[in-house]
Every structure is written in C-alpha cells, then in structure tokens.
C-alpha cells in the first residue's frame, strides 16, 4: 500500500493514531456515569468542539499572516497574541500535556500487558520478573519507543500508523463481537442484558443523571480528541498545505475516531454496565483469546502512539525546529516559516553576538563552544528525546492508575491546549471579525472549563477521603 509522504492519507492516518490512544478504555466507565444516549451525545459533541478548535487553530494561522509573517505552531501564535512571555507559557503547556500524556500511554502498557499474559496462562507467577512494571517499560522504550522517537520526521511514522488504526479498528470490532456473545447467556447469571432490552432500562439509557457524573464524563471525552498538539506539526509536513486540506484531514480523522469511540463507548459499557472498570480490557471477558488480542493489540498501538508524541513535544522545546522538506529534497531541522525563536535559542545567538565582539574571555569562549554544541538542533534532538523518554519511563513505572493520569491532564493542560488557547488566538487575530465564531468559542470554553474544574475538585476530595 503506497502512502505518499505529506499526503492527506498519510496526515489522516498520523492524526488517528495520535488521537486514538489511552483515552478509549475510560470511554465505558465515562458511559456508566452518564448514560448510553447522553455519552453518545457528549462523543459528537466532543468531536464537533476538537473540529471547531482546528479549524480555530489554522484561521489564526492564516490571520496572522496580515501581521507579518505566518504563525504556523502554538508558540508562534502565542508570541503574536502576547509576546515572549505568552509564548514561554504556551510552549511549557504543551510540553507538559504532551509529556503526561507519554506517561498515560506508557501506565496503559504497564499494566495491560501482564493482565494479558497472565489471562493467557493461569501457571503464570504474577511475580516473576518479567511481568514486573519496570521490566515491560524498559524493553518497550528500549526497543520500540527509541528508535521510532529519534526519527527527524513524522512522515517516517506513516506506515507503523497503519498498524496502529488496524488495531484500533480490530479492538472495537472484538468489542461489539463479544458483547452479543456474551449477552443472554442463560448459564450464567452476570451476563449482559441484550440490545433490545439493555435499552427498555432508562438507568442504563440515561444513566444517573448527575453533575458529578457528567463532570467525569466530559474531561475524559476531551482527552479521547485531544489532536490538537499535533495539528500544526503535521500541517507543516504536509506536501502542499493549505487550510482546506488540513480541515479535510481533521473532518476524516474525527469522523474515524467518532465511529470508533461510540462503539467502544456503547459496547463496552452495555456488557458490564455498572460494574465497568476504569480500562474496560480489565474487566472480565472470561479469558477469550480475542480480547486479549485485542489488549495486545492495543498495547502495540498505544506504543506506536508515543513517539508522536515525543516528536511534538520535541518540536516545541526545540522552539519550532523540525525536520521538513525543501524544494524535494530532505532538509532536517530547516527553519520553519518565519520562526519566533525560543528562549533557549535568544540565549545562543546572544553569546555567539558577544563573542563576535570580542566582549568574551577564554572561559567564555569556552562556554559558547559547548552551548552551541549542546544546543545544536541535531545535537538536541538526540538529548531531548533520550531525557523524555527516561523521565516518562521513571514515572509510569510508579503509577498504577491510568485514571490519575487522565484526571489530571482532562482537567487542566487539555482544557487550556483544546480551548483556552485557540479561543484567545482568535480573539486576538480576528480584529473584529468572525464575531459568532469567537461567542461559540468564548461560550464553549467555559463550560468546558467548568466540568474540568468541577471534576479536579472531586478527585481531590476522593482522594482527601482515603
């Protein structure tokens, strides 16, 4: 199968597989605390605002072009809208959703993986040092998060989103496959109620109906859409970019994952209903070796998922610098559009002006030999991929819980990247134009803002009662 690089399929299939990830375990509990219609209802929704934030996203691009020169990333908009100060905050936001995020995907695999294994063999000793945390995560970053994340260019990671999607795809089919084989099992006395049943049962179609259930629900909705990080990036490897087809891009990789997520949602949910566990592979599928394919696959998927994440968050410390094409011919690390350099850069040229004007003694010299050696963006993409990886390996080994993860970056850096964000980019670059669309933003952001508050303080209570 040929994907071109930069191509739309190329763009849908990388924006799938960064958006498809951790997140879809948790979408049948957010089911049990909502309800069937009102999850499947809050999905679309979800799925409208990620789309409404993209095409936010590249319009400020393409506004801020009449202030001179095109933004083409968050940082870049950032220093339009605020200055250097904004752009610092903007850039470490991102950096640390998309580091938390490498942490969730990781926590994902950590405990998928030995559930699995030991589903597969009841002779399996639960201690055995291969199913240990550590042990897992060190061959996964060692072997499949290293090498894919000391790749220049996300093009390069085309062909393993293929793999990722499948998965993706497999795991909702298994999902929906087990249900109906499970449901009105006569022998046993916890198998699901069937289809047309599950839906006579308005606890099971509306769910509780309570705010501190949709306040779960709707960070974790966000979370499943959360793409937006790697919107620009994978605008600017696109071989003729262009708003229009980066909004086709985004229509096709919503749609994608809307299908996906209300299967799984909906699925899920109606076998276990609400006995649901937060990551819904842990519950109880009575060791059908599809599932657990599933799980594997999930695992593989989520694993191919990271150094996306790696690249974006690469892309920002090293304040927009990446690897893009000029005139046909590989150009690593070549400057983006009318870059807004990052602090860490300011810094270099600086001494390297000081130097030229003979302002710097022999230590100084020293120094700016070394810091332009560190700090050279070839030299840099190797040191900071190798010190995400190490430092989100030493965290997920720690964390049991995905839902920690989820609950933390669903109510503060998602919320702030998804909306808080694009919605000031807007204000900021529209000067008085599209007026709708900015009440839409302005409307949809606090609401967002108030579920994700609303569900922060509830963790923070749980966690004070225990």
């Known amino acids: 199968m040929k994907i071109p690089p930069g191509s739309i399929r190329s763009s849908v299939f990388t924006l799938v597989t960064s958006t498809v990830g951790s997140g879809v375990l948790s979408l049948p509990f957010a089911t049990s605390q909502s309800g069937a219609i009102p999850a499947i209802l809050l999905i679309i929704g979800a799925a409208s605002t990620a789309y409404f934030s993209i095409w936010m996203l590249l319009k400020c691009s393409e506004l801020s072009a009449e202030q001179g020169g095109t933004a083409c990333t968050y940082q870049q908009l950032a220093g339009k809208c605020g200055g250097l100060k904004f752009l610092k905050f903007t850039k470490w936001v991102l950096v640390i959703n998309l580091f938390g995020t490498t942490v969730a995907y990781m926590v994902v695999i950590a405990t998928i993986v030995p559930a699995a294994i030991e589903a597969m063999s009841s002779s399996v000793d639960p201690n055995a040092w291969y199913l240990q945390r550590w042990f897992i995560l060190l061959f996964v970053v060692a072997f499949i998060e290293m090498p894919l994340g000391l790749m220049k260019e996300m093009n390069a990671l085309r062909y393993t989103s293929i793999i990722a999607i499948f998965w993706s795809l497999y795991l909702t089919t298994i999902t929906i496959v087990e249900y109906f084989e499970m449901c009105g099992d006569a022998s046993d006395d916890n198998s699901p109620k069937c289809f047309s049943e599950s839906f006579q049962d308005e606890r099971i179609v509306w769910g509780p109906t309570t705010f501190a259930g949709f306040a779960q629900t709707v960070p974790i909705m966000i979370f499943a859409y959360t793409c937006q990080p790697n919107v620009l990036p994978v605008y600017l490897e696109m071989s003729r970019p262009s708003p229009g087809r980066m909004l086709r891009v985004g229509r096709i990789s919503i749609t994608i994952c809307t299908c996906i997520y209300v299967a799984i949602s909906l699925f899920g949910y109606l076998t276990f209903t609400d006995n649901v566990e937060g990551d819904y592979l842990l519950n109880d599928y009575k060791h059908h070796r599809e599932v657990l394919a599933g799980g594997f696959g999930l695992v593989l998927s989520v694993a191919l998922c990271i150094p996306l994440f790696v690249h974006a968050g690469r892309f920002n410390i090293m304040?927009?610098?990446?690897?893009?094409?000029?005139?046909?011919?590989?150009?690593?690390?070549?400057?983006?559009?009318?870059?807004?350099?990052?602090?860490?850069?300011?810094?270099?040229?600086?001494m390297n002006q000081d130097q030229m004007n003979g302002h710097s003694g022999n230590h100084e010299n020293g120094t700016n030999t070394w810091a332009q050696y560190v700090f050279n963006p070839e030299v840099m993409h190797y040191w900071t991929t190798i010190l995400w990886l190490i430092a989100a390996y030493g965290i997920a080994s720690s964390i049991e819980n995905i839902a920690i993860v989820i609950g933390i970056l669903g109510s503060t850096t998602i919320p702030i990247i998804s909306f808080v964000l694009p919605t000031i980019f807007m204000s900021c670059l529209a000067n008085g134009r599209y007026r709708l669309q900015r009440y839409i933003a302005i409307i949809l952001t606090i609401v967002v803002c108030v579920f994700c508050l609303a569900n922060l303080l509830y963790q923070i209570k749980d966690f004070a009662g225990k």
């Open 319 to 350: 304040g927009g610098q990446s690897s893009s094409k000029s005139n046909g011919v590989d150009a690593p690390y070549s400057q983006i559009p009318e870059p807004m350099e990052s602090a860490i850069f300011d810094e270099v040229d600086s």
